[in-house]
């Protein structure tokens, strides 16, 4: 685990900064020291890694010894550019863990640039991966297209694409009498009349359109049925074939 030596300033303390040590990552020691009732929370200017924070703590402090106000406190008073410059120049065996501000201080700007350049490479790592991953499935998602159009190929020689035949007007209008939607509704309760004397004849009528409407469905259903069953591969690579294309769209227009 690492070990941190931290700067920190707090606007109720001006012209003070408190240089501490921690086991712990200096962000959550300013959670724990702005919960012990300060007016007002710690900033962080500074933090190092070290291999031993305590030994570094005293070393720290031995280098700001004549600006410390009490002995039996870690408050220094000097200002931060100051106490930076004084501690990277003195202190030995640390890195840079997180900086608030540089002051224009060689060290501090040397080590933003470093991290900049860092940040590039990886940027542009990551993007020539991303563009690699980008061309290797634009290249697979074209050989699926390829085998499954041969697929097409081969299913159209041995079976002809079935045609999905229309329901006409007179079929749709009995279907509509036998199905019970909206208007199918009035034919059912217009079937009851045949069970009444004074309404013989038209419940007769309306239990024929049930009739005739009924064949027509079954028809129908039949005729959809045969459909499916003839267009079931086809249907399966048509698709597929969709999909493939879809995502292809996809990743040709995206961004690299």
């Keep these: 685990m690492p070990e941190y030596i931290y700067i920190l300033t707090n606007p109720s303390m001006p012209n003070l900064i408190k240089v501490g040590k921690t086991k712990k990552h200096p962000l959550q020691r300013i959670k724990e020291l702005n919960s012990t009732g300060v007016p007002k929370p710690f900033k962080l200017q500074m933090s190092l890694i070290v291999e031993d924070c305590s030994a570094a ?3 720290a402090h031995e280098i700001l010894a004549k600006y410390r106000v009490n002995k039996r406190r870690e408050f220094f ?8 410059e004084m ?3 003195r202190l030995s065996n640390y890195q840079i863990d997180d900086i608030y501000q540089t002051y224009d201080i060689k060290e501090l700007c040397e080590e933003i640039t470093k991290r900049n350049e860092k940040v590039l490479q990886e940027h542009l790592r990551l993007k020539k991966e991303y563009e690699s991953q980008r061309l290797n499935k634009i290249n697979q ?3 699926e297209i390829y085998i ?3 697929k097409l190929e081969v299913i159209s020689r041995l079976h002809q694409r079935p045609l999905k035949k229309e329901s006409s007007g007179i079929a749709t209008f009995f279907i509509c009498c036998f199905f019970p939607l909206p208007f199918g509704w009035l034919v059912w309760l217009g079937g009851l009349g045949g069970f009444d004397s ?3 004849h038209t419940g007769i009528f309306c239990i024929t359109l049930l009739m005739i409407g009924y064949f027509f469905y079954r028809n129908e259903r039949k005729n959809d049925k045969d459909f499916e069953n003839k267009n079931f591969h086809f249907k399966e690579i048509d698709e597929r074939l969709y999909i493939l294309r879809n995502e292809l769209e996809k990743l040709l227009s ?3």
């Design 141 to 143: 998602i074209k050989k």
């Design 77 to 84: 008073k000097i200002s931060v550019k100051k106490a930076i």
């Design 198 to 200: 004074k309404t013989f």
């Design 87 to 89: 501690l990277l120049t």
């Design 57 to 59: 703590e005293r070393q």
């Design 254 to 256: 995206s961004d690299t």
């Design 148 to 150: 499954e159009k041969q």
